[in-house]
């Protein structure tokens, strides 16, 4: 690893110029939050029904790459958005 060979001073250098890796540490500090809830979801209801929901994030990775990173939905991604919303539905309606 480049950590690994670096000197203590390059190192603390890095963490005093830490604006230099905001996304980086917003980005931990979501990916925590995601687990935390995503466990905590557990309690609530039954693994069978929360895993098949926390998996369908894989739609607002589109939806958010559509909107911030202007990319292209293709036709497979709207099938595949639409598979997901409607088996979310699907599992929300059989859990009532």
């Known amino acids: 690893m480049k ?12 963490t005093r110029n830490w ?8 980005s931990a500090i979501f990916i925590a939050l995601g687990q935390l ?6 309690e609530d209801t039954l693994a069978s029904i929360a895993s098949p929901i ?10 958010i790459a559509w909107l911030f990173l202007k990319e292209k939905i293709e036709t497979k991604n709207l099938i595949g ?5 409607s088996g979310v539905i699907g599992i929300s309606i059989i859990s009532i």
């Open 54 to 63: 926390t998996s369908s994030q894989v739609v607002f990775v589109v939806i």
């Open 81 to 85: 958005i639409l598979f997901v919303v």
């Open 19 to 26: 604006l230099n890796h905001k996304y980086l540490i917003i």
């Open 37 to 42: 809830f995503f466990w905590l979801s557990f």
């Open 3 to 14: 950590l690994e060979k670096q000197k203590l001073t390059e190192i603390a250098a890095i």
